[in-house]
C-alpha cells in the first residue's frame, strides 16, 4: 500500500501536486478535496468568456473528477470542503456540501492549497450589493455573464487596474458595453513603473476605457458609484478586482504558522510548522530572488512549480526553492506588456541603489512589414551593474525579451553581459542588435558614465523652466510635432551649428527615440561640451508619458502636437 496523499484546493497548486504524486508512486492513494464546482480550470482564461474569446464557460474546466480518475486514478472530490484537521491523529474532517454530510479521512501527508479569495473592502458602502460581482472561478464569471446578459447591462465599473480589472475591461469594451476602470494608485499594472505606464494608459482611452487614476470607490448604489474625489459615475454593474488575500481559515484553525505577510509560512520544502502538513500556491508567502524579503506572488507558474517541488520532497528527491521574480505578461488591446524582476518604485521602497535605461528600437528590421517600436525599461544595481528588472511594451511578442532578462537575473548575469549576448536575428524577428543587446549597450555606458541622461518624466519641469532643449530630428519631423521651446538642431547639421550650443548652461537632446541624441550627446562630449544630456526615450517617450493626463486633466500639453508609433 502507498502513501495516503490529501490535498485541500485543487486548480494550479492542488492538482499540481496530485498529478506529480502520481508520477512518482504509481501506489499512492490520492484524494484531492475543492470545495469550489471545478477541481482544474483556466484562471487566466475566465475573463475571455466575456467577449466571447472563449465560447463556452465550460472549455475553461480543464480536467474533471472523472478525467482524473480515468486518467491518473486520483480522487477528486468537487463541491467538499474540508473544515478540520488533526495533526496528531492525522486525520481531515470534510463536508459534502450538496448532502452536508461530514466524513473523516486519514492521511499521510497533508498539501493544504486552497488559494486566494477576493478583496471585498467592507469600507466600501455597497460592496455586497447584487450588482458587485468579483472573478475568481467558472461560476462567478458565469453569474457575471448571465447579470449583463439577462438585464441588458451596458454600462459596467471595473475597480482596479491590475491583471484581472484589465482584462476585464479589454473583454467587456470588446463585448460593446461602455466600461469605467478605477485605480486607487497613480497608475494601472503595478508591475510597470509609471513612465512604462502611461503608455498602456494612452491604450485604455484609445480604446473607450473611461480610466480614472489616483482615485477610489468609496459607495456602490444599483444606478452609479461614487469616488472619494466627489465624482459620480453611472454604472448598472461593478466588477470589484481590486486584489486578492490568501485563504488561510483552516490553516489558523489547525495551528498552521502565518508569515510577516499574512499568508503561510513555509520552509524550503514548503513544509509548515505542523508534521506532515506542506503548503503550496496562492495561499503562502515566497521569498523574492532578489531583495531576499518575504513577500505573495499570485501566479500559476510558481504555484505549480512550487507543488512538484513539495512533492518531491516526500519521495526524498532534492529540492531547490531559490526565490520567485514574478515575471508576468498581458495582453492589453493592440498592445503586449510583459515585465519581471524590480521597478524603479520597489528599488526605492527597498534601499536599493540602481539606475535605468529605457530603449525604443524597432521590433524588426525597418523596411519589414508591421514594424513598431518596442518599449523596453532595464532596471540595473548601481555600481554593481547586476540586472534587476525588466519592463517591455509593443505590439510584438515581448515576452521574448523579457524572457531573456529573467534568465539573466536568475543567473545573476550584469549589464555587460546582455550587449554581447548572442541572439537569433532574421528581419522579419528583430533587428541584428536585439531590444536586449540595445538594453545592455546603454547600460553600460551609464554604468561607465560616459554620457548623462534624464528621465521623461523630467521634461515638463524643464520646459516649465526653459530649459535649453534641442531637438535633434530633421526640420519636417519638428515641423509635425515638438517640445514648446525646443531648439531644432538635427543631428545632420548640428556640427555648422555649434556656435548655437551654450557651453554655460545644461543642454538636454532628444530626438525620436534617443538613437540620434545619443550620438549628438557623445558627440558634443567629445568636443569640450560638459553639461549635456540625453533625454530617455525621447519625443516618442515624452508624447506616451504626457498624453493621458493631458487628456484628463485638462493641463496645458509641452508639445504642440503628439507623436506615437503608428502616426
Known amino acids: 500500500m502507498g502513501k495516503k496523499i490529501v ?49 463556452n464557460a465550460a472549455d475553461i474546466v480543464l480536467m474533471t473528477p ?45 498539501f493544504l492549497a486552497p488559494g486566494a479569495t477576493p478583496i471585498l473592502p467592507q469600507t466600501i458602502k455597497g460592496i455586497t450589493n447584487a450588482n458587485v460581482f468579483t472573478v475568481r472561478n467558472v461560476p462567478d464569471i458565469e453569474k457575471l455573464q448571465n447579470y449583463l446578459v439577462d438585464n441588458s447591462i451596458q454600462k459596467v465599473t471595473v475597480i482596479g487596474g491590475g491583471f484581472i480589472g484589465l482584462e476585464i475591461a479589454e473583454n467587456l469594451i470588446k463585448a460593446g458595453r461602455k466600461v469605467a476602470l478605477i485605480e486607487a494608485t497613480s497608475h494601472v499594472m503595478q508591475p510597470l513603473d509609471e513612465d512604462m505606464a502611461q503608455i498602456l494608459h494612452k491604450e485604455l482611452v484609445d480604446n473607450g ?28 454593474a461593478v466588477v470589484a478586482a481590486i486584489g486578492v488575500q490568501p485563504e488561510v ?79 508576468q505578461v498581458i495582453r492589453l488591446f493592440n498592445l503586449n506588456a510583459a515585465s519581471t524582476g524590480l521597478t524603479e518604485k520597489q528599488c526605492d521602497e527597498q534601499g536599493i541603489e540602481y539606475s535605468a535605461v529605457t530603449v525604443i528600437p524597432k521590433d524588426k528590421v525597418a523596411l519589414m512589414p508591421n514594424v513598431h517600436s518596442l518599449f523596453l525599461k532595464l532596471v540595473f544595481g548601481y555600481p554593481t551593474g547586476e540586472i534587476l528588472g525588466a519592463q517591455a511594451i509593443g505590439m510584438s511578442e515581448v515576452d521574448k525579451q523579457i524572457n531573456v532578462i529573467a534568465t539573466a537575473i536568475t543567473l545573476h548575469a550584469h549589464v555587460e553581459d546582455l550587449q554581447d549576448l548572442e ?46 532643449i534641442i531637438d535633434a530630428r530633421e526640420r519636417d519631423e519638428y515641423a509635425q510635432g515638438h517640445v514648446k521651446g525646443a531648439v531644432n538642431i538635427p543631428l545632420s547639421e548640428f556640427r555648422d551649428r555649434l556656435s548655437e550650443v551654450p557651453k ?6 532628444h530626438c525620436l527615440t534617443s538613437l540620434r541624441s545619443y550620438n549628438m550627446v557623445r558627440a558634443l562630449v567629445n568636443l569640450g561640451y560638459t553639461n549635456v544630456h540625453n533625454i530617455v526615450g525621447s519625443f516618442l517617450g515624452i508624447s506616451e508619458y504626457n498624453y493621458y493626463h493631458d487628456l484628463v486633466d485638462d493641463r496645458e500639453s509641452i508639445v504642440d502636437h503628439y507623436k506615437f508609433d503608428l502616426d
Not at 501536486?17 to 478535496?33: G, K, N, Y
Not at 487614476?213 to 444599483?222: G, L, N, P, Q
Not at 474625489?229 to 453611472?234: F, V
Not at 547600460?443 to 523652466?465: C, F, H, M, W
Open 504 to 509: 554655460d548652461q545644461p543642454v538636454y537632446v
Open 423 to 468: 541572439l537569433c536575428y532574421q528581419p522579419l524577428f528583430s533587428t541584428t542588435k536585439n531590444a536586449v543587446n540595445f538594453a545592455g549597450l546603454v547600460a553600460t555606458n551609464i554604468l561607465n558614465g560616459e554620457y548623462k541622461q534624464v528621465p521623461v518624466s523630467a521634461v515638463r519641469q524643464l520646459v516649465k523652466d526653459k530649459a535649453f
Open 209 to 236: 476605457v473611461n480610466l480614472i487614476v489616483s482615485d477610489a470607490v468609496t459607495e456602490i448604489s444599483k444606478d452609479e458609484v461614487t469616488l472619494k474625489s466627489g465624482k459620480k459615475l453611472a454604472t448598472e
Open 66 to 110: 472523472e478525467k482524473f480518475q480515468q486518467r491518473y486514478n486520483i480522487n477528486a472530490r468537487t463541491e467538499t470542503e474540508v473544515i478540520d484537521v488533526d495533526p496528531e491523529m492525522q486525520i481531515v474532517t470534510y463536508i459534502n456540501q450538496r448532502t452536508g454530510k461530514q466524513a473523516q479521512q486519514s492521511y499521510d501527508e497533508l
Open 249 to 327: 481559515t483552516l490553516a489558523k484553525k489547525i495551528g498552521v504558522h502565518l508569515g510577516e505577510t499574512g499568508a503561510i509560512a513555509v520552509n524550503h520544502h514548503y513544509q509548515t510548522n505542523l508534521p506532515h502538513v506542506y503548503a503550496v500556491g496562492d495561499a503562502i508567502e515566497v521569498t523574492n530572488m532578489l531583495t531576499r524579503k518575504k513577500q505573495r506572488l499570485d501566479l500559476a507558474f510558481p504555484a505549480q512549480m512550487e507543488a512538484r517541488h513539495a512533492a518531491d520532497h516526500i519521495y526524498g528527491r532534492t529540492t531547490q526553492q531559490r526565490g520567485v521574480l514574478g515575471s
Open 7 to 55: 490535498i485541500v484546493g485543487g486548480v494550479a497548486g492542488g492538482a499540481s501536486v496530485a498529478a506529480r504524486v502520481r508520477r512518482l508512486d504509481e501506489t499512492a492513494e490520492i484524494t484531492m478535496f475543492e470545495k469550489g464546482p471545478n477541481v482544474s480550470f483556466s484562471n487566466c482564461a475566465l475573463p475571455y468568456y466575456l467577449s466571447g474569446t472563449v465560447k
